[in-house]
Structures are given as C-alpha cells and as structure tokens.
C-alpha cells in the first residue's frame, strides 16, 4: 500500500510548499521510500536535527529564504493505491489537484 505525507511550509514572505514523503509497502519484501518539494527549492541551508529538512533542504522560490521546522503549517497522509496524486503527465492516472501555493 501506498502512504503518501505531506508536510506543508509557509515562507515568512507567505509563500507556501510542501515537502512530499512517499512510502510503497508492497509485499514487505520491496519497501521504497521517495521524498520530493512541491512549489519549493533544493536551495535552502538547514542542517539541523530534523532528518526531512536536513535531507531536502528546502527554500522559497519566491524570496529564496531556507526553509526550516518552524515553518510547518500543517501535515497531512494519504493512504492508497498507485493512483494517488500523481503528476498529470503520467498516463492513465487519476487527475487530483492539490491547491496549496500563492
């Protein structure tokens, strides 16, 4: 089954993302574990206790501040199969939009 965690950030500017954790348990034998920033950048600075941050780095695109923990708005999961919030260009998928940025 596939779980997804969404980890929303808004940037003091009130820009805001999401930093994405994507965990497939298929048949116990094959775990895949995949993290991704929605509305964000790979350009931040965090290098703190905080493994998600730490990993990411996340950053505002829109004033280029790193983004760290106490910038955290909000999480949310998603339990499901394949077609959870896929990105449109991928075929035969279920079209969901998730509306979280400016």
């Not at 500017?13 to 965990?23: D, K, T, V, Y």
């Not at 574990?33 to 941050?53: I, K, V």
Request: with cysteine; hydrophobic share 30%; aromatic share 6%.
């Amino acid at each position: 089954m596939k779980t997804r965690i969404f980890t929303y950030v808004e940037c003091a500017c009130g820009h805001r993302g999401a930093l994405i954790e994507s965990l497939d348990i298929g048949d116990f034998s094959d775990h895949r574990y995949r993290t991704w920033l929605r509305n964000l950048t790979h350009a931040g600075t965090y290098d703190g206790g905080d493994g998600l941050f730490a990993k990411m780095k996340p950053g505002c695109p829109a004033c280029g501040r790193s983004l760290v923990p106490d910038d955290i708005v909000g999480r949310s999961e998603l339990q499901g199969s394949g077609e959870v919030l896929r990105p449109k260009e991928d075929s035969g998928s279920a079209e969901t939009t998730l509306s979280i940025g400016c």
